[in-house]
């Protein structure tokens, strides 16, 4: 491909993904001149080489990412205990940067978000909750304060999009506690490559 994501006029199109908007791609692949995009680059080749990859997600939220791809080779926790305040009843929506962790951790408490990206892979995230899956209202490029208050003025009682987004979330919320139980997705999923890399048999 030449040139650099940033400039493409159209969004790329990744197996399993949402377009994802040229500008929106991870930061270590937007300039091919760095260390880090050939790093990206040479990781990537190996993925082909591993027998599984775990994948920090449940099958609710990415229903047909599988079947899409069928066939195709900043966290500081002293600032705050997120959990904690995630957990809290009050809690009526989370500003979040989209760093995965904190994303799946909102979806678990049932928080809906507004996503705010800065670097990584955030951007990308962003899009996928917003464009993708819908339990996030983006925070415009703009940054302007007002459409920051409004963006989460939609999200926490907002009659359209917002009220998509917290019933989204709600579902999301089921379907990741459901699949942290016994016999649930997750933990089958995880006891499944467990037996394969110890040669034991399913419990």
């Known amino acids: 491909m030449p040139g650099e994501f940033r400039d493409l006029a159209?969004?790329?199109?990744?197996?399993?993904?949402?377009?994802?908007?040229?500008a929106d791609i991870l930061s270590p692949l937007q300039d091919k001149s760095s260390p880090s995009y050939r790093w990206m680059?040479?990781?990537?080749?190996?993925?082909?080489?591993?027998?599984?990859?775990?994948?920090?997600?449940?099958?609710?939220?990415?229903?047909?990412?599988?079947?899409?791809?069928?066939?195709?080779?900043?966290?500081?926790?002293?600032?705050?205990?997120?959990?904690?305040?995630?957990?809290?009843?009050?809690?009526?929506?989370?500003?979040?940067?989209?760093?995965?962790?904190?994303?799946?951790?909102?979806?678990?408490?049932?928080?809906?978000?507004?996503?705010?990206?800065?670097?990584?892979e955030q951007r990308q995230n962003a899009v996928m909750l917003s464009e993708g899956v819908g339990a996030a209202v983006r925070v415009p490029a703009t940054k302007r304060k007002e459409e920051i208050a409004a963006a989460v003025r939609e999200v926490m009682a907002g009659p359209g999009k917002g009220a998509e987004v917290r019933a989204k979330v709600a579902t999301l919320q089921k379907a990741a506690i459901e699949g942290l139980l016994e016999g649930g997705a997750a933990t089958a999923a995880l006891d499944e490559v467990a037996s394969r890399w110890t040669g034991a048999e399913h419990a």
């Open 41 to 120: 680059v040479h990781h990537g080749r190996r993925y082909r080489e591993a027998h599984a990859i775990l994948v920090n997600s449940f099958d609710v939220l990415e229903p047909d990412a599988a079947t899409r791809t069928e066939g195709v080779g900043l966290l500081v926790p002293s600032w705050a205990p997120q959990t904690e305040v995630l957990a809290h009843e009050a809690t009526g929506c989370f500003l979040v940067h989209c760093g995965w962790n904190s994303v799946l951790e909102s979806l678990v408490h049932g928080v809906p978000m507004v996503a705010w990206p800065l670097f990584a």
């Open 10 to 22: 159209e969004p790329v199109r990744l197996p399993g993904c949402v377009p994802i908007p040229g």
